[in-house]
């Protein structure tokens, strides 16, 4: 080495040293150096960030970041560029002597105060210390300038302090956002979402809310007006409601297109777009002008995973007019919230057109079935098994739930309809809430616990709110049905006090509308962490995230669940976050595994052509011999709907989507014939189940684990069960209600019925005892 380098080399090394002294606090503040190109890259939304980095951030309200999200980067233990620089001029390092030095480093409670004001709290510094002794007691060589930091404080010329600057210079390659963490919280600041949409805030719209019940009117009056304008766009929650819209419009003379993730329709045969749009609301354009807006259901503004959408649609469409209809108890909310946009909101208010009564007794058997009747269930296992029950009467039933195709779902409805059908009893979910138009006479709960996830993600189960209640209760008696006044009961005698009281109760007020990060935000957050996951990025995010007291976060477990999933997967960021926000089920084994192969297929730049997705789901397909036939045959109809929902964001990767719909066509025809026999398939599944077991229920679950007893809220305790001698901790009935395969309700019904049988067969012993100790008696005699 010539002598010029190495004093060159000291030199540097030596006003390296003496310029970066944890005891001069203007170092400490140079430090924290800029993300290279950070300013470039945000434009003009960031303008200052330099100024406010360098000192503490002037927010109060940022709350500090949940730090557990940070995932530290590995950095590899190669060769310093200065080689053996710093060995050549002092001397070799003992191993030994570093760790010591190190673990002394780790302790001093000043070190770790310094860093908690750049942002290493205790969790990230014991991270950060792991790290730091492992690169430095594993790299053959160090840098020079730490080698003779080392050396001198082994020699006494240094002081532990003055590792501290390199200990930081480690922890930000590790933890890269310590260096951005004012950036992020720009990024991630959510508190005033009108600003997102400057076409709507650059003209002055019109907002009436039409408010009522169900089964008003109010949706009816702002199709008028929709129909009656020169363009108008419909959001609405449901793709049944969105065809029905379309074929409406349509049907009056007023050209309409359809909008659904899935489904492009529209009436010009040359593809000109119509001036009027059914859409799903997630699917609505807040670009396009329209001179009327109708946005349905807006009470689902406060969804915990689907708010975002009615959130969006609200501040940013662009039209003259915003037709918003929904429950009252929004009506203050949307109120307020228009307030911050500076528009007007005028409320028409709506009183229900026909009448429905609850009554004062129950139902409590199936005997008591009449026409017109529609019990509600909240689980599909209890839907097989009264529609079972049903058929043993000699009656015909219709059904209808969620994880059936629109089309099944009409053909159900129609046959009930149908006053020339001898069906006349619908058992249901509560998926006849929304989109299909039924002529119910009475409503029967068979339970009032339902399942939900809560903010948590959790599953649990919980007794239906009064909207819920009042959702599916106002069904009966509709003014376009044969019935001109509805009922309303319980199945069971003991949930017809609590249903009343629940309906007596008024609707909670809405307080919170949803967000959700865009692509756009995940994007600058990557910009900045290029090394995080999507699921880790998107954890940041939230943690970050700054919202006001009107909004909330939406829950994104099924999207880090996808993320998740397809990690592995070689996909750009906006690739893998559209992929991620793909509407699943991630209940289904064979959906999550199409997923998996839909996204594999995609990153080797492989389309998806349809011969592919024909052999994918062993195409062509037979009808159902039993549940479990149909309820794959459901999941492969979501396979489909997927694979449209990707042609419409990938359309060369995914080419064949009108060979896709055909076949989607027919095996909804297919299982229609599934379900119109369904009670065959029932009976079919419990002859081939094995004893002991339950032919009904789902053997493989992905997603959230079952519900714990922890997380059951309103269900009774096991000494309020009612039967006496139960160890329901340990009985099969108590396993199916923790995993929400049975409701409490359900096993209530079930162990009364046991009883009664034990109870019969105990008198049918005791009548044959009886008839034979007479007979002994007579022989006795003669």
Known sequence: MSINRCMLLFSRVQHRICGISVRNTNALVDSRCVHSGSITFLKGSLSGSVSTRQGVSSNSSSRPPDTSLFVPLSIKSDVGSDGAVGAELTQPLDKNELLKMLNKFYKRKEMQKIAADQGLDARLFHQAFISFRKYVLEISMLSA??????NDICCGAGHIDDLYPYFMRHAKQIFPMLDCMEDLRKISDLRVPANWYPEARAIQRKVIFHAGPTNSGKTHHAIQRYLAAKSGVYCGPLKLLAHEIFEKSNNAGVPCDLVTGEERTFVDEEGRQAEHVACTIEMCSVTTPYEVAVIDEIQMIRDISRGWAWTRALLGLCAEEIHVC???????????????????????????????????????SLDNLRPGDCIVCFSKNDIYSISRQIEIRGLECAVIYGSLPPGTKLSQAKKFNDPEDPCKILVATDAIGMGLNLSIKRIIFNSLVKPNINEKGEKELDTISTSQALQIAGRAGRFSSIFKEGEVTTMHRDDLPILKEILSRNVDAIETAGLHPTAEQIEMFAYHLPDATLSNLIDIFVSLSQVD????VCNIDDFKFLADMIQHIPLNLRSRYVFCTAPINKKQPFVCTSFLKFARQFSRDEPLTFDWVC???SWPLVPPKNIKDLVHLEAVHD?????????????????DANHVREIQKELDSIIQVGVRNITRLIRATETNAPPGTNPLSNQRRLGPSPVSPRRVRGAPKAQDSGVEGWQLDKSLGSRLVQEGLLTPDLLRQLQKEWSKVHRQEEEGVKLVAGNNKTKGNKKKKK
Do not use: C, Q
């Not at 489909?640 to 995914?654: A, E, G, Q, V």
């Open 615 to 617: 052999r994918h789901v």
């Open 145 to 150: 300038d730490l080698h003779i930091i080392f």
């Open 549 to 552: 007291g009107m909004y909330f």
């Open 639 to 655: 396979v489909l709907d997927l694979y449209l929902w990707l042609s419409y964001r990938f359309m060369d990767m995914f080419p």
């Open 326 to 364: 929904g429950e009252p108890a929004a009506i203050n909310f949307v109120t307020e919230l228009m307030y911050t946009t500076g528009e007007e909101v005028e409320v028409r208010n709506y009183k229900r057109l026909t009448p429905f009564s609850i009554l004062d007794h129950a139902v409590e």
